[in-house]
């Protein structure tokens, strides 16, 4: 494979969704990211570049492959065959919206294959479309923090920058499929407790905006959506929040759909919160990182375009 050959690369960050109680609405992008690099070939090649990604199939089935092609369809496209070179930081079925980075680097690479021109708003629909939800497909595409609704037709999402909160998450080494976790929750809730969900959700959104980290970390406590029913799968989510709480974190939550647990502090605090967390969880991995603010990027080799 010549350097010659290289188009161009496509970053997309991973992302931590719902934040407690913004379930299904509100995602926050980090500094972990799936990247394809894409050459010219007149076949369809996929050539893994870290350890996970060798699960992967090597040909246009492929699910970055098949998501563009998907794209490319719709706009009545076909998609030129070229070898991707894929790596990715982002640990799989984690919580930490692995699945969505895949949508969103195939939608982009129709996008940049086919010249689409394709908004950042219609990447948010056609993404959350194929994930059924916004939080982390929004947060792909625009990073930040990110604040949605999809429905069938269309998806209104809003992207914030996040100021002086630093971000934790503690990963355990297994795997739990989104699929599975959805499955715990309840068909319905009653009028009464959706009206106190989202109270609550609409406070934690507003406190965190407004800079009240203590109100937000208490509201992400108090989700009514969708904890309470996912700790029984992840239990380690009660011991991350009895533990981290009491170190500095203004706010613990379950990433995503789990069985990673993300953890909120104020900039000052969190180095010794990082410690004290990969002391007390060492079957985990326990990294900080980063709020991206960028979102699903391409590269060329001269320079950075965002897309
Ligand atoms: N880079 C990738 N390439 C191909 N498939 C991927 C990639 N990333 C994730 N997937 C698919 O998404 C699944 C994980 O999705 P999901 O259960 O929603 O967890 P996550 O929280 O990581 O998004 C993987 O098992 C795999 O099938
Ligand atoms: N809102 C979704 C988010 C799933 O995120 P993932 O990173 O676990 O795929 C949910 O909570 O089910």
Not at 41 to 46: F, G, Q, R, Y
Not at 143 to 151: A, C, I, T
Not at 258 to 274: D, N, Q, R, W, Y
Request: charged share 20%; proline share 5%.
């Amino acid at each position: 494979m010549s350097n010659d050959d290289m188009m161009f690369s496509i970053r997309v960050p991973a992302s931590t969704a719902n934040l407690g109680p913004g379930f299904d609405s509100i995602g926050l992008a980090l500094s972990l990211y799936l990247t394809v690099h894409v050459y010219r070939s007149d076949k369809w090649e996929v050539m893994p570049l870290s350890e996970e990604m060798k699960a992967f199939p090597t040909d246009e089935s492929h699910y970055v492959i098949q998501i563009a092609k998907k794209t490319a369809a719709k706009y009545g496209k076909t998609l030129p065959t070229c070898r991707l070179a894929v790596e990715s930081e982002i640990p799989l079925a984690r919580g930490l919206g692995s699945s969505a980075s895949a949508i969103v680097a195939g939608i982009q690479l129709a996008d940049s294959l086919c010249h689409l021109h394709l908004t950042k708003e219609e990447k948010v629909y056609l993404a959350s479309y194929e994930e059924g939800h916004p939080d982390n497909a929004g947060a792909s595409v625009a990073g930040g923090l990110v604040v949605g609704m999809h429905e069938e037709e269309q998806t209104s999402l809003l992207s914030f920058p996040l100021a002086s909160v630093a971000v934790a998450v503690v990963i355990p080494k297994y795997e739990l499929l989104t699929s599975d976790s959805r499955n715990v929750l309840p068909p319905s809730l009653s009028f009464k407790e959706s009206v106190k969900a989202s109270a609550i959700a609409n406070t934690f959104l507003a406190a965190l905006l407004s800079g009240n980290f203590e109100l937000a970390g208490s509201m992400m406590k108090r989700d009514l959506f969708h904890q309470p029913y996912r700790r029984e799968l992840v239990p380690l989510l009660s011991e991350v929040e009895g533990f981290a709480y009491e170190r500095g974190a203004f706010g613990v939550a379950l990433s995503g759909a789990g069985p990673s647990i993300v953890c909120f502090a104020e900039t000052e605090k969190m180095s010794h919160l990082l410690e004290d967390l990969s002391e007390r969880f060492p079957d985990c991995d326990v990294k900080q990182v980063e709020i991206d603010q960028e979102g699903c990027v391409v590269m060329t080799k001269a320079d950075t375009i965002h897309s």
